[in-house]
């Protein structure tokens, strides 16, 4: 499980290893991303009620970590940088 912190906490630093910085983000902009995956169902909640807020909700991921890779590979438009964090995660 992870939640919202955790996944900017990683996406951070991988983007302050990176020279380019392409994929400096504002949080607000990866947070509605990660609202998106919620919406899409392709993250959800561990638990069915939590107290929380909504940055430190822990959720499970809907897909496995091939399709993503398979995903990412297969998109001509996703930013190389975006690429490489992906399959760098889930390896």
Do not use: C
């Not at 690429?83 to 889930?90: H, I, Q, R, T």
């Amino acid at each position: 499980p992870f939640n919202f912190e955790m996944v900017y906490h990683e996406f951070s630093k991988f983007v302050n290893r990176r020279t380019s910085n392409v994929l400096k983000y504002e949080k607000p902009i990866v947070a509605k991303a990660f609202e998106s995956l919620i919406s899409h169902e392709l993250l959800t909640p561990t638990d069915k009620i939590s107290k929380v807020q909504k940055e430190y909700r822990l959720y499970a991921l809907q897909v496995t970590p091939q399709q993503i890779i398979g995903v990412t590979k297969a998109d001509k438009g996703l930013p190389l940088d975006l690429k490489e964090w992906a399959v760098s995660e889930l390896h």
